[in-house]
Each structure stands twice: as C-alpha cells, then as structure tokens.
C-alpha cells in the first residue's frame, strides 16, 4: 500500500530568493554559496524567506522547541502564527542561514547576529539575523529590509496637505532646526528619508554627518561625510571642518553630541543656515524636551532655533477593497470631538459571519471568500498618523523651565497645536483606518 503524500510546506509553494552573502571578495562568497548549497536547508531558507516576502512580512520569528519550530510573521506590525516546521526541516534551514551569515551554526546557545543580501527578481532585500539560546530552545529573529524605500511622498505615508504645506514651509527655512522623531521600531529612518526628499535639495547645499560603521542610504543631492572608523575624526572634528565650506543644511541622522551641536547651532543661528536630525521618541512634545534637555550647554539655543517637531505613530491602512462603512451614532462623534453633520461615514475592517451563518437564500452553505487584495485581514499595509509641533514664544520659553509634558501641551495648545490624539481621529475620519486599530496602536507601551 502506497504511502500517502507529504502535505505541500510553505516554503515549497515559491521561487526561492537569491542569497547575496555580505562577503567582499566575489571568489569567497561562490564558495560560501557552494558550500551552503549542498545541505537540504539551503532550498528549505530560500524558499521560506521568498514566502515571508511575497507575503509582506518586515519580521519573521522562528522558536525552536524540542519537538518544532514555530514561524510567525508580522505583517503591517502584527503578529501572525503559520504552520510550524518539523524539528529537523527547521534545523536545516538555520544551519544554512547561520552559514550564509557568517555565524556558527553549531552554536544554538550564544547571542549571535549577522547579515545577508537577499534579491528576488530586481528587488533587494537586507536580512539581518538575531539568535540565541533560551531555556526552551533557541529563538531566531530575522528583519527583512527592503533596500528601496517604498514611499516617494509623505502623503503616501498618510500626511495631511494642510500639515505638509507647513513642514514645508520649515524645511526650507533659514536660521532654523527641524527634529523628526518616532517611537522605536516604528518606521524612523522611512520617514526621515521621505522627508529629507521633500526639502528643496537643488538650490541648497546638504551635508550629512555619518558613522563609519553604519552608513546611511543614499539620498539624491545630499552628501555624505564620515567620522569615526579609520577616518580619526570625531563628530566635532568632522563639524568644524566642514561648515568652513558654509553649507545650508547640516543633517545629523544620530543626534549631535553636546560640542558638535554647539559648533552647529552657532553656525546656522550667525549664518543663517539650518539643521536637520532625528531621534527616538513618543511624541512631538516628547522629543522636543529631550532635544533641549539633553543639550544642556546649548539649551536656549536648541529651544529658541527649534522650528519645526515631528512625530508618528504607525497603524494599519484598512483595505480599499473591502472596508465597510457604518453610520456612527452621535455620541460616539461627540466622544471624538467631531463636530454633528461633518463625517457622514466611518469605517471599519469587513468581519465575515461565523462560517454556520454563511448560508445562501435557501440556507445552503455559502462560504464567503476572503477578499483577495488583504487575503481577508482586513487591513493593506500602513500608515502614519503624523504630529508636528511648531513651537510658539511661549512654549520656547517654557521648555527651558519645566520638563512638564502635560503643562507644555497644554501651552502648544494655547498656540494652536493639534496633538497625536487629535491627528489620530482626523485619520479615522478620513476614512484611511478605523477606531479598533486606532485603540491598538494607542494601548501599546
């Protein structure tokens, strides 16, 4: 009697992606390829990596047990459990990612990382590789990094127009500083390049400040400057010896230490030039704060040349196919803050019925297909819910004399801000998410 057929893995179901190893000399990575293409988890990790990509995925977490290993996806920022590999399936295919990272597969207890080129057709990706032993196995974290930057615009992030004709306005200011901030892991470096190609780069001369070891994407019309490394400059070294050459924009993507922000803020304060960096935080007000505390020396400076803060919080965009909309009753308009009579509908994710209700007019079974542009979640990539803070007299002043968020937003509120709960409403009235996610993305820490 015949056995019966193995069932169909994911990993079987796609092309597997190229393996691009982060090896320079070309003769070293063939060989790697050689090499790691002779065990089975070569196809099994190519195969794998091409399904979490063809299924949007930026995280794929595998949990290696004594029985199995565990795959889950997050996919638009949410976690998604698959089907689990069998123990040896899921062995092979990490000994080969270990393998092609440049790591020890034999290793299954110490904290190990490494990276890996990956392409499928002309796209490129980079995978970075977390490991390490924990009581009950090994967990396994891989990032996928798409090397293209998927948005042009910051509307295309979900940016109002009203709201990027002022951020524009700053931008192309003189005598000025503009902060970007967002929480950590949601979406920083995007916004910041999407962004910085927003300024007007053709008639202004852009500098930026970078770390040796971890170089910046490129960015049209804005030049890199490295420190650190084998370069023996410091930041300030590298601050001091450029602005002789008087540049418009200075841009600092890791926050200016306290004598290279000294040096840049005199610069673009005396010669009327400007300055651009980033930073970790949870909101606009947040990051302003920490901007003007943590640069004690330079505080009236920061407070007084910082024009422009922005923020954002990501939350899953609802599926223009097949989002549904809903009448919202008055008092739930009231406990928004939206005025009677302005938003006709709201909307929210399609929920199919339980599957006993999905019956036709005699009351045959009729499942509902899932929709086949979210593949039934609901919810089709995601978008920003943008904050910006432009700081008034008053709160300028203010800054420098308390850390008190509540009392400085009640202060930019004075001076007309419209804070991150504010902005999030105006998206769910726009129709772009709905309230449920909204509550999601709020409740998280």
Same mark, same amino acid.
């Given at each position: 009697?015949?056995?019966p057929?193995?069932?169909i893995?994911?990993?079987q179901?796609?092309a597997?992606?190229?393996f691009v190893?982060?090896?320079?000399?070309?003769?070293?990575?063939?060989?790697?390829l050689?090499?790691?293409?002779?065990?089975t988890?070569y196809?099994?990790a190519g195969?794998q %990596?091409?399904?979490?990509?063809?299924?949007?995925?930026?995280h794929?977490?595998?949990d &290696?047990?004594q !029985?199995?290993?565990a795959?889950?996806?997050?996919?638009?920022?949410?976690w998604?459990?698959?089907?689990?590999?069998?123990r040896?399936?899921?062995?092979?295919? /990490?000994y080969?990612?270990?393998?092609?990272?440049?790591?020890?597969?034999?290793?299954?207890?110490?904290a $190990?990382?490494?990276?890996l080129g %990956?392409k499928?057709?002309k796209e490129?990706?980079?995978?970075s590789?977390?490991?390490?032993?924990?009581?009950?196995?090994?967990?396994?974290? !891989?990032r996928?990094e798409?090397?293209?930057?998927?948005f042009?615009?910051?509307?295309?992030?979900g940016m109002?127009?009203?709201?990027?004709a002022?951020?524009?306005?700053?931008?192309d200011?003189?005598?000025?500083?503009? @902060?970007i901030?967002?929480?950590?892991g949601?979406? /920083?470096t995007?916004t910041w390049v999407?962004?910085?190609?927003a !300024?007007?780069?053709l008639?202004?001369?852009?500098?930026?400040?970078e770390?040796?070891?971890?170089?910046?994407?490129?960015?049209?019309?804005?030049?890199?400057?490295? =420190?650190?490394?084998?370069t023996?400059?410091?930041?300030?070294?590298? +601050?001091s010896k450029?602005? @002789?050459r008087?540049?418009?924009v200075l841009m &600092?993507?890791?926050?200016p230490?306290?004598?290279s922000l000294a040096?840049a803020?005199h610069? +673009?304060?005396?010669?009327?030039? #400007?300055?651009m960096?980033?930073?970790? !935080?949870?909101?606009?007000?947040?990051? =302003?704060v920490?901007?003007?505390?943590?640069?004690?020396? #330079?505080s009236k400076?920061?407070?007084? %040349?910082?024009?422009?803060? @922005?923020?954002?919080r990501l939350a899953?965009?609802?599926c223009d196919?097949?989002?549904?909309? &809903?009448?919202p009753?008055?008092?739930l308009?009231?406990q928004?803050?939206?005025?009677?009579?302005?938003?006709a509908l @709201?909307? $929210?994710?399609?929920?199919p019925?339980?599957i006993?209700q999905?019956?036709?007019?005699?009351?045959?079974?009729a499942p509902?297909?899932?929709?086949?542009?979210c593949?039934?979640r609901?919810?089709l990539?995601?978008?920003a819910i943008f904050? /910006?803070l432009v700081?008034g007299?008053?709160?300028k002043?203010? +800054?420098?004399?308390t850390?008190?968020?509540g009392?400085l937003?009640k202060?930019?509120?004075a001076?007309?801000h419209r804070?991150m709960q504010a902005?999030?409403?105006l998206?769910?009235?726009?129709?772009?998410t709905s309230?449920?996610?909204?509550?999601?993305?709020?409740?998280?820490r």
């Open positions: 009697m015949a056995e057929e193995a069932p893995q994911l990993w179901t796609v597997p992606v190229e190893p982060k090896v320079s000399d070309r003769n070293e990575a063939q060989a790697l050689i090499s790691t293409r002779q065990g988890g196809h099994i195969g %990596l091409a399904h979490a990509i063809q299924s949007r995925a930026t794929v977490l595998m &290696f047990s !029985a199995a290993c795959i889950r996806y997050q996919i638009d920022g949410n998604e459990q698959l089907p689990p590999l069998d040896e399936t899921g062995d092979a295919m /990490l080969a990612l270990k393998q092609l990272c440049l790591l020890n597969p034999a290793d299954r207890r110490s $190990q990382s490494g990276k %990956l499928v057709a490129k990706f980079t995978l590789l977390q490991s390490q032993g924990v009581p009950t196995g090994e967990r396994v974290l !891989a996928i798409s090397e293209k930057i998927p042009e615009k910051l509307a295309d992030l109002r127009d009203k709201m990027f002022t951020l524009k306005e700053k931008l200011s003189s005598g000025n500083m503009v @902060l901030t967002a929480p950590k949601e979406g /920083l995007t999407v962004t910085v190609n !300024a007007d780069r008639i202004r001369d852009f500098q930026s400040f770390e040796k070891s971890r170089p910046e994407p490129d960015i049209i019309n804005v030049n890199p400057n490295f =420190y650190g490394g084998d023996g400059l410091t930041m300030s070294d590298l +601050v450029l602005i @002789l008087e540049p418009d &600092f993507p890791d926050l230490d306290e004598k040096i803020a610069h +673009v304060e005396n010669t009327e030039k #400007s300055l960096t980033r930073m970790n !935080a949870s909101s606009a007000m947040e990051g =302003y920490q901007f003007v505390s943590k640069h004690k020396d #330079s400076e920061v407070a007084k %040349l910082t024009n422009a803060v @922005l923020c954002q899953r965009r609802l196919n097949c989002k549904v909309g &809903f009448e009753p008055p008092q308009l009231a928004l803050g939206i005025p009677p009579g302005r938003v @709201l909307f $929210q994710p399609f929920v019925p339980p006993e999905q019956v036709d007019e005699q009351g045959r079974p509902i297909t899932p929709c086949h542009v593949e039934g609901g919810y990539g995601r978008i904050e /910006l700081p007299e008053q709160l002043s203010a +800054v420098l004399k850390r008190d968020i009392q937003n202060i930019a509120k001076e007309g804070g902005e999030a409403v998206t769910v009235a726009r129709g772009l309230l449920d996610e909204l509550k999601r993305v709020f409740a998280k």
